[in-house]
């Protein structure tokens, strides 16, 4: 009887175990996410700065050449 009770003892401590790696793994699968998206995130805005900057210097290009030229 005492040797189930050991036996049930040591596969719940190795399921425990198993649960506490599978939950740093998905931990660290979600951080690596997290950096990902927010890489993508600041390259999206850098393009949209970009293209802001030479439409706001086109803008100015055209407005200077129509009204001084």
Partial sequence: MKSDH???????IDAQDEQKK????????IEEENDR??????????SIKSVVFVI??????IYTLIHFA
């Fill in 6 to 12: 050991g036996a049930y003892l040591a596969l719940a």
């Fill in 22 to 29: 599978l939950k740093a793994q998905n931990m660290k699968t």
């Fill in 37 to 46: 998206k927010q890489s993508v995130n600041m390259q999206f805005w850098h």
């Fill in 56 to 61: 706001t210097c086109a803008a100015i290009a």
